[in-house]
Nanobody, 120 residues
Framework: QVQVAESGGGLVQPGGSLSLSCVAS????????MAWYRQAPGKERELVAR???????EYVDSVKGRFTISRLNGANTVYLQMNNLKPEDTAAYYC??????????????WGQGTQVTISS
């Protein structure tokens, strides 16, 4: 069993900042990558940022220069620092872990999501 838990969402004014945290635990043999996705009402879930086990990062264009993804070395923990937030960043944010649970079996594991609302 693998568990993924996010924390840190909330309500903030435009231009403000929020930090999200995600911890994965359980029978994780080897993590491949951890990522943040978001889904706004009526829209498809989209990748926001990803960090691989090797430390490579990628971001969706709309958050480049404003969001930073980072991971805690040696732990299946990832953070998303969000600055200069805009109303269009409003969404449910989900943490994703892609990991091997055995030497040969891998899967995608999701948290329950945390709501981020940007409003004045």
């Amino acid at each position: 069993q693998v568990q993924v838990a996010e924390s840190g969402g909330g309500l903030v004014q435009p231009g403000g900042s929020l930090s999200l945290s995600c911890v994965a635990s359980g029978s994780i043999f080897r993590a491949v990558a951890m990522a943040w996705y978001r889904q706004a009402p009526g829209k498809e879930r989209e990748l926001v940022a990803r960090v691989t086990a090797g430390g490579s990062t990628e971001y969706v264009d709309s958050v480049k220069g404003r969001f930073t993804i980072s991971r805690l070395n040696g732990a299946n923990t990832v953070y998303l620092q969000m600055n200069n937030l805009k109303p269009e960043d409003t969404a449910a944010y989900y943490c994703n872990l892609r990991a091997y649970v055995t030497a040969f079996e891998w899967g995608d594991y999701w948290g329950q999501g945390t709501q981020v609302t940007i409003s004045s």
